[in-house]
């Protein structure tokens, strides 16, 4: 993430207790294993029961895919991600401290196929390097990076790839390419998962209703 996820006024979804900074990993292999973060300022890790619904819309298909985590935090999505059966795992981080919490929690899960990445996502997505069949695109509150995010993630993407969006209720896709395939609101933001019809000229997937 960029540095820390701050909320606009009050707590936002996810949102824990003052010194909390734990999470548990509901699903998997590692279900119920405790994931630490950082007692960094406005850190928001998505909700238990968020990730849940997330993480049954996405059903069983996680087996052998390719995930990245941008903007990744606490690392929850992406650490449910691999717990679920995904074959590889990119977090990508900007916050130094943060990132190095989240190599520790990747140390004490034992997890391999996990990559951690200490950059700032947008710049990282302009670089050439693999695709990927899931993203998870949870930027600072209110800071306008979804879109612009999944624009970047376009060039990053299997085409049918399935991409994860927590963003305040205007959020709009960038393009046709995308299809809306299931969507919900805890609070002030609105969390959705996309899917990403391919190159241009591909033909774009008919939306979903929830």
């Known amino acids: ?26 699903g998997g292999l590692w279900r119920s294993r405790i994931v630490r973060f950082p007692d960094a300022a406005g850190l928001r890790p998505t909700p238990d029961r968020v990730r849940e619904t ?25 650490f449910e991600a691999r717990s ?5 795992v990119v977090l990508v981080e900007r916050d130094r401290r943060v990132c190095e919490q989240l190599r520790r929690t990747a140390a004490e899960l034992g997890g391999e196929g996990i990559e951690i990445v200490n950059a700032d996502a947008l710049a990282w997505l302009a670089l050439p390097g693999e695709r990927y069949d899931v993203a998870f695109v949870d ?21 049918g790839a399935r991409v994860y969006v927590e963003a305040p209720a205007d959020f709009a896709a960038p393009s046709a390419r995308w299809a809306r395939l299931r969507e919900g609101a805890a609070g002030a933001v609105r969390f959705a998962l996309y899917e990403f019809a391919g190159a241009p000229g591909g033909s774009t997937p008919q939306e979903a209703s929830p």
């Open 1 to 26: 993430m960029t540095a820390v996820r701050r909320t606009a006024t009050g707590p936002g979804p996810g949102r824990h207790g003052a010194g909390a900074n734990r999470l548990r990993i509901v």
């Open 54 to 78: 997330l993480f049954n819309w996405l059903g069983q298909r996680l087996a052998g895919q390719a995930c990245v985590d941008l903007f990744a935090g606490s690392g929850a999505l992406g």
């Open 84 to 88: 679920r059966g995904a074959a590889r």
């Open 139 to 159: 930027p600072p509150y209110a800071s306008g990076l979804a879109a612009p995010a999944l624009a970047a993630l376009e060039a990053r993407l299997n085409p």
